[in-house]
């Protein structure tokens, strides 16, 4: 039978057994797996290694990914009401 256990060699039970483990409150495991929901999905993951490296309008985005614009931007909100990315002004007057 084989024995899982964290990559790096530390046994689950004294992870377990750890302050951090035991200091995670319930709600705070709630954020946690919403966080965890966002990154388990491609093209989440796509979006946010876009915008590592430089901020991007939806259309640009959208261009990149081969997307639409509507289909970006409730990506966007999705990855904004989790808050990992944030909506800002360009500052160009049109």
Known sequence: MALFALEGGVPLAEYQDSQLYAGLKES???IL????KMLGNPTHIRILLLLMEQDAHVSDLAEQLGMTQ?????QLNLLKSNKLVKRRKDGKMK
């Not at 797996?33 to 965890?36: A, D, H, I, P, Q």
């Not at 509507?70 to 409730?74: D, G, N």
């Open 28 to 30: 705070n495991l709630y």
């Open 33 to 36: 797996t919403e966080f965890f």
């Open 70 to 74: 509507s289909a970006v931007s409730h």
